[in-house]
Nanobody, 116 residues
C-alpha cells in the first residue's frame, strides 16, 4: 500500500503564494519521478511540474517563472511553490509519484482557489 498525503491548498488572493506538500508513505523502496497535476472544473487534468529522481525539474509553460518544484528524497516528499498566483490557477492539485516498476500513485487532491 502506498499513500500520498497532500497539504497546503486553500484560498489566496491574486498575486499571492501557496506552497503545496505531498508526502508518500507505505511500501516504497524508491521513487522515480514525482509530480504535480491540476484539474479545473470542466477541463482535463494537466501536468504542472515534475521532478526526476536526480532532481531535474520540468515546468509547464503556463507556470514557468511563477512556480517551482522540489523534493526531499529522504522524506519521500515533493513540494510545489506557487507564486504570483492567478485566478486561472484555480483547480484541484494532485500529486503523483512513479516507482521503478512504472506504476503511478495519486494523491487525493487539494483545492487551490485564487480569488479576490
Amino acid at each position: 500500500q502506498v499513500q500520498l498525503v497532500e497539504s497546503g491548498g486553500g484560498l489566496v488572493q491574486p498575486g499571492g503564494a501557496l506552497r503545496l506538500s505531498c508526502a508518500a508513505s507505505g511500501s516504497i523502496f524508491s521513487i522515480n519521478a514525482m509530480g504535480w497535476y491540476r484539474q479545473a472544473p470542466g477541463k482535463q487534468r494537466e501536468l504542472v511540474a515534475h521532478i526526476t529522481s536526480g532532481g531535474r525539474p520540468t515546468l509547464a509553460d503556463f507556470v514557468k517563472g511563477r512556480f517551482s518544484i522540489s523534493r526531499d528524497s529522504a522524506k519521500n516528499t515533493v513540494y510545489l511553490q506557487m507564486n504570483s498566483l492567478k485566478p486561472e490557477d484555480t483547480a484541484v492539485y494532485y500529486c503523483a509519484i512513479t516507482i521503478p516498476t512504472l506504476q503511478t500513485y495519486w494523491g487525493q487532491g487539494t483545492q487551490v482557489t485564487v480569488s479576490s
